[in-house]
């Protein structure tokens, strides 16, 4: 599969935040989100998103649904 730079970035930026590494995640900001957002922030937001699921995440996969 020939994978698009976006999308490959957008699985970096979410198997950081499944790895809990927040520091990371944020460094792939884009420079208007970080001056919105702290690392600590970002981690409050994963934290509420996954905190009542059974299973926290554990692996990111792109999953193509349209080709064009």
Known sequence: MNEKPYAKRAV????ALV????????????ERLREEVSPAQLRSS???MVG??????????LVTTMEQ
């Open 46 to 48: 994963y934290e509420a």
């Open 52 to 61: 009542d699921a059974e299973r926290t995440p554990t692996v990111v996969e």
């Open 19 to 30: 790895k809990q590494q927040f520091e990371a995640a944020y460094g792939m900001l884009g």
């Open 12 to 15: 970096e930026f979410a198997d």
